[in-house]
């Protein structure tokens, strides 16, 4: 294996894989290295989307899918225009990769199976001539006159120029600082809630449709599908409220009261739902007539066994007016969080001011570019995260085959 290239890529992740396929294509007569610390690659991707992996989300739009980043949407914004979700739909079925859209927007190929995506990975980048050097961990980068200089623990290797797709690896950030680099202190996103209430006990996995969240104190919403685990609440609309309170939650050591809306509608218009059940259902319990798709365990609990226990008619007014709050305005005190499922996202990186997003080169150093986590952006669940990746390395690799 020769020690100089023209382009090394430091991470064998999807952004090191991605851009790696497409120097290639766009100029064959490059030589690319792929160095990786581990004895494997694309471990990230393995484990993605419960071992499926979420390639991308089916929004189209460049302006409505910036709005799923907390951290690098306006940056975004010029790339997406480049290279969006349908060309990465495009890319992988071109490559021999069906993919699926699912009801909630999510891709996965149709194989539901991750390892479609590393062997297209593998493919396109190592069959055409990509090097792969595994089990070497970086300890220096050093920019030398028109090249740098990268030294491992199997030795140094020159490359005219530098990509670095090594994700949140604080070892690397150490090295991009040592070359004068700013860097945002890494906090975590994409974290569920934990949270003991006896209103949840024995209730682990029942979900609500539509739910609205509140951290009044830290002034954080969010909405959509909530879920009741054995830990506390998870589900789309905690995970969204993690990514774009990361930094607010990371703080209060995440510690809060967080207000849940179970139904996702005005206090006066449950209140008037309540009132109309009274009319039409008046024999029944309350805790037997469920209503916004509440399941009927999580409903009885949320209102309290003695106001769900009541006939409908015996209850006053102000006894609806309670469990219309019940429903609407229910608080619990979090302490704690836990990793989302196996896939650890960070809030934080490289700081974005200093990246040409044209090409996603250093505004620091010539010909050193960088894609995917080591940049301080991130998503919320859904695909977005593997498609800021892609769209990076797409681009640092458009200019680097030409650089």
């Known amino acids: 294996m020769p020690d100089k290239y023209d382009v090394v890529i430091i991470g064998g992740g999807a952004a090191g894989f991605f851009c790696a396929a497409n120097l290639i294509k766009n100029n064959s007569k490059l030589s690319v290295l792929i160095i990786e610390r581990g004895k494997e690659v694309l471990q990230k991707v393995k484990i993605s989307g419960g071992g499926r992996c979420n390639v991308t989300n089916a929004c189209w739009?460049?302006?409505?899918?910036?709005?799923?980043?907390?951290?690098?949407?306006?940056?975004?914004?010029?790339?997406?225009?480049?290279?969006?979700?349908?060309?990465?739909?495009?890319?992988?079925?071109?490559?021999?990769?069906?993919?699926?859209?699912?009801?909630?927007?999510?891709?996965?190929?149709?194989?539901?199976?991750?390892?479609?995506?590393?062997?297209?990975?593998?493919?396109?980048?190592?069959?055409?001539?990509?090097?792969?050097?595994?089990?070497?961990?970086?300890?220096?980068?050093?920019?030398?006159?028109?090249?740098?200089?990268?030294?491992?623990?199997?030795?140094?290797?020159?490359?005219?120029?530098?990509?670095?797709a090594t994700g949140s690896s604080k070892a690397v950030w150490d090295m991009l600082q040592q070359l004068g680099h700013q860097l945002v202190a890494p906090v975590p996103s994409l974290f569920t809630f934990n949270c003991k209430d006896a209103r949840l006990r024995q209730l682990a996995g029942l979900s609500v449709e539509n739910a609205s969240l509140s951290i009044h104190a830290l002034k954080l919403k969010s909405d959509g599908p909530l879920l009741v685990t054995h830990w506390g609440l998870s589900g789309p609309a905690v995970l969204k409220l993690s990514a774009y309170g990361a930094r607010q939650l990371a703080e209060v050591n995440y510690r809060f009261d967080l207000q849940v809306n179970f139904s996702a509608r005005t206090l006066d218009e449950v209140s008037a739902a309540l009132e109309q059940i009274k009319k039409e259902q008046a024999g029944k319990q309350l805790g037997n007539v469920p209503l916004f798709q509440i399941p009927k365990r999580l409903w009885r609990s949320i209102l309290g066994e003695e106001l769900a226990g009541q006939s409908i008619a015996s209850l006053s007014a102000s006894q609806l007016m309670q469990c219309a709050k019940n429903i609407t305005e229910a608080f619990f005190s979090v302490n704690g969080k836990s990793t989302f499922k196996d896939e650890f996202v960070t809030a934080g990186g490289l700081t974005l001011s200093e990246v040409d997003f044209r090409t996603m080169q250093s505004k620091l150093h010539e010909g050193l570019y960088f894609a995917g986590e080591v940049l301080d952006i991130d998503a919320i669940t859904g695909g977005f995260n593997f498609q800021a990746a892609w769209t990076t390395a797409y681009i640092a690799a458009a200019h680097l085959a030409n650089a």
């Open 61 to 164: 739009e460049p302006r409505e899918l910036v709005k799923n980043y907390p951290r690098g949407s306006k940056e975004l914004l010029g790339p997406f225009h480049k290279f969006c979700t349908g060309d990465t739909f495009d890319w992988f079925e071109r490559e021999g990769v069906a993919l699926k859209i699912e009801e909630d927007n999510r891709v996965f190929p149709t194989t539901d199976s991750s390892q479609t995506i590393i062997d297209c990975l593998l493919a396109s980048s190592l069959q055409r001539g990509v090097q792969l050097l595994k089990s070497a961990n970086v300890v220096e980068i050093a920019p030398l006159d028109k090249a740098w200089k990268i030294t491992h623990s199997k030795g140094h290797t020159f490359g005219r120029k530098l990509l670095v």
